[in-house]
C-alpha cells in the first residue's frame, strides 16, 4: 500500500478575524439603533456615523469571512495557490524560480509585497487558472501595472489590457480573459522578473519566511519523486 504523501496548508493573514469583525459591527450596530430610540434628536449625527462605522466593519468581516480557509496546498507533486475566484496548480518541476519581489530604482532597492514565481513555461498556466480567476487576478494586479509604468519598467501599451489570443508553443491560441492574464503576466515577467505574483496577505507569515518554504519543497521534491505522478 501506497504512504500517502505530505501536504502542507496555509492559511492566509487575509482571513484572520473575519468572525470578530461582524460580531462587532453588529455589537455597534445594535447599540446605535438602541441610542436612536431615545437620542435621535440630540445626537443624530454621531448615530449616522456610528452606523456607517458598524456597517462597514461588517462589511470588512464578511470579506474576510469569504476566503478560502486555506490559501495554499503544498505537497512533493505541485503548489496550489487557493483563491476566492478560484485556483492555480503548478507541478513544482514548472517553478524556475520563487523570490520576494525587488527592483532597484537608482541607489535605492525597494520590496514589493508580494512573493514572485518565475515559470520555465508560461504556457503551463493555461490549463490550470480558471477565466474568471484570471481576470480577476488582472485586476488585482493593476497597482503592480502602475508601479511599473510609473518607474519606467514597461510602455503605456505593455500596461494596456491585451485582448488578443495568445498562442502557445504548441501552436494552440487561447482566447478569452486567460489569454489576456497570459499576455499581462508575460508583460509583468519582463518588467519584474516574474509570472505569478502573491500578495502578502495571502501567506501566514513574511515574505521573506514564505519564499525560504516554498524553495525548501521545491529542493525536497526529489526525495519523493518516486512517489509523485504528474497531474
Same mark, same amino acid.
Given at each position: 500500500?501506497? @504512504? ?5 496548508? &496555509? =492559511? @492566509? ?8 469583525? *461582524? ?8 447599540? @446605535?439603533?438602541? !441610542?436612536?430610540? !431615545? ?8 448615530? &449616522? /456615523? ?7 466593519? #461588517?462589511?470588512?468581516? /464578511? *470579506? ?5 480557509? *486555506? ?5 512533493? @507533486? +505541485? ?22 519581489? =525587488?527592483?532597484? #530604482? ?22 490550470? $487558472? ?48 486567460? +489569454?489576456? /492574464? ?7 515577467? =519582463? ?6 505574483? $502573491?500578495?502578502?496577505? +495571502? ?6 519566511? /514564505? ?5 525548501? #519543497?521545491? =529542493? ?7 512517489? &509523485?505522478?504528474?497531474?
Amino acid at each position: 500500500m501506497t @504512504a500517502s504523501l505530505p501536504c502542507i496548508t &496555509i =492559511k @492566509a493573514k487575509a482571513k484572520n478575524h473575519g468572525l470578530f469583525l *461582524v460580531c462587532l459591527g453588529s455589537g455597534l450596530l445594535l447599540i @446605535a439603533l438602541f !441610542f436612536t430610540l !431615545f437620542f435621535w434628536q440630540q445626537a443624530r449625527l454621531i448615530l &449616522i /456615523f456610528i452606523d456607517l462605522v458598524a456597517l462597514v466593519t #461588517c462589511l470588512i468581516g /464578511f *470579506v474576510k469571512l469569504m476566503e478560502p480557509k *486555506v490559501s495554499f496546498v503544498i505537497t512533493p @507533486a +505541485a503548489l496550489c495557490y487557493q483563491h476566492r475566484h478560484g485556483k492555480w496548480r503548478l507541478l513544482w518541476q514548472d517553478i524556475l524560480r520563487i523570490d520576494a519581489v =525587488k527592483e532597484t #530604482c537608482g541607489i535605492n532597492t525597494q520590496e514589493l509585497p508580494y512573493l514572485g514565481i518565475r515559470l520555465n513555461n508560461i504556457d503551463c498556466l493555461a490549463n490550470s $487558472i480558471s477565466p474568471r480567476m484570471a481576470n480577476r487576478l488582472i485586476h488585482e494586479q493593476r497597482p503592480l501595472t502602475l508601479y511599473c509604468l510609473l518607474n519606467n519598467l514597461m510602455t503605456l501599451e505593455q500596461g494596456t489590457m491585451n485582448f488578443m489570443p495568445y498562442k502557445l508553443s504548441d501552436g494552440t491560441c487561447i482566447k478569452g480573459p486567460i +489569454a489576456c /492574464f497570459l499576455h499581462h503576466s508575460c508583460a509583468l515577467q =519582463k518588467a519584474l522578473g516574474y509570472h505569478l505574483f $502573491i500578495p502578502d496577505t +495571502a501567506m501566514d507569515r513574511d515574505i521573506a519566511d /514564505f519564499s525560504r518554504l516554498l524553495s525548501q #519543497c521545491r =529542493k525536497a521534491t526529489a526525495l519523493y519523486s518516486s512517489k &509523485i505522478k504528474p497531474g
